[in-house]
């Protein structure tokens, strides 16, 4: 099994930034990918940016292109999500996942595992 963890959701000011990271840990063979995925209640779940594990290849969603940068760490099997110029509408509970690579999809990570998410709150 793969285990994911996420820290760094917290409450901040539109226009602030913040750093959101993401630690793999257990079984990582079977990891290709991993992304960050948002959701606000009532709404689905959305993909945000995924990463390729050992290759490059990333992939940003439009709502977020050009002011989040997603990154990995191999050596510590840790992803970041750098978010700036933060907006009301990129509050929500953000989620790392770990999958497969899902080609024929912009957000090209088909996740296998999920982590428990961390809040984000731009006000």
């Known amino acids: 099994d793969v285990q994911l963890v996420e820290s760094g959701g917290r409450s901040v000011r539109a226009g602030g930034t913040l750093t959101l990271s993401c630690v793999l840990s257990?079984?990582?063979?079977?990891?290709?990918?991993m992304a960050w995925f948002r959701q606000v209640p009532g709404k689905e779940r959305e993909g945000v940016a995924p990463i390729r594990v050992n290759r490059d290849g990333t992939y940003y969603a439009d709502s977020v292109k050009g002011r989040f940068t997603i990154a990995r760490d191999s050596a510590k099997n840790t992803i970041y999500l750098q978010m700036n110029d933060l907006k009301p509408e990129d509050s929500g509970m953000y989620y790392c996942?770990?999958?497969?690579?899902?080609?024929?999809?912009?957000?090209?990570?088909?996740?296998?595992?999920w982590g428990q998410g961390t809040q984000v709150t731009v006000s």
């Open positions: 996942a770990a999958g497969e690579i899902k080609a024929s999809a912009p957000v090209f990570c088909r996740p296998s595992q």
């Open positions: 257990g079984n990582t063979g079977t990891t290709y990918c």
